[in-house]
């Protein structure tokens, strides 16, 4: 008989567990070296970044109901900015798919999402940070300018 695939309750369970395990070491008095490794490891463990039970992972690569039905993980590294704005300034473009594109593009944490309470505000973030990346691609440019002058 097949094993289903673990449920997050599960990984939640087993979080629990090891969080009660780490209490435990800390009231013995374990080695600190070992309880500064496995408090990180439960930090990177609760960060939700890992998929070790065959669980969806909740801030690592987007599930099929996140991603974007715009565009793809990769068309949206190699869009241009121009085409990023027209998409975010787009007000077909549904929230789910801007929240896509920040995640992506921008590496804006999920979490920080909600901070963003209306559409109008998540379309102004993102064309801040199209506007900031502009910025950065032209001080680039003039500096590799420069350099090759002085050359």
Same mark, same amino acid.
């Given at each position: 008989?097949?094993?289903?695939?673990?449920?997050?309750?599960?990984?939640? /369970?087993?979080?629990?567990?090891?969080?009660?395990?780490?209490?435990? /070491?800390?009231?013995?008095?374990?080695?600190?070296?070992?309880?500064?490794?496995?408090?990180?490891?439960?930090?990177?463990?609760?960060?939700?970044?890992?998929?070790?039970?065959?669980?969806?992972?909740?801030?690592?690569?987007?599930?099929?109901?996140?991603?974007?039905?715009?565009?793809?993980?990769?068309?949206?590294?190699?869009?241009?900015?121009?085409?990023?704005?027209?998409?975010?300034?787009?007000?077909?473009?549904?929230?789910?798919?801007?929240?896509?594109?920040?995640?992506?593009?921008?590496?804006?944490?999920?979490?920080?999402?909600?901070?963003?309470?209306?559409?109008?505000?998540?379309?102004?973030?993102?064309?801040?940070?199209?506007?900031?990346?502009?910025?950065?691609?032209?001080?680039?440019?003039?500096?590799?300018?420069?350099?090759?002058?002085?050359?």
């Amino acid at each position: 008989m097949a094993e289903s695939l673990p449920q997050k309750s599960d990984l939640k /369970l087993l979080l629990r567990v090891l969080t009660a395990h780490f209490r435990a /070491l800390v009231a013995a008095g374990s080695d600190r070296v070992v309880l500064k490794q496995y408090s990180a490891l439960l930090r990177s463990l609760k960060s939700g970044k890992w998929d070790f039970l065959g669980t969806a992972a909740e801030g690592g690569q987007p599930s099929k109901a996140q991603r974007s039905t715009v565009i793809t993980a990769e068309e949206l590294n190699r869009a241009s900015l121009d085409h990023i704005a027209r998409l975010v300034s787009d007000e077909a473009t549904p929230r789910k798919d801007l929240e896509f594109i920040a995640i992506q593009r921008f590496s804006v944490p999920h979490g920080s999402m909600r901070s963003s309470s209306n559409r109008a505000m998540l379309v102004d973030k993102l064309l801040t940070l199209i506007d900031n990346e502009r910025a950065h691609q032209t001080i680039g440019a003039v500096a590799r300018g420069q350099v090759k002058g002085n050359s």
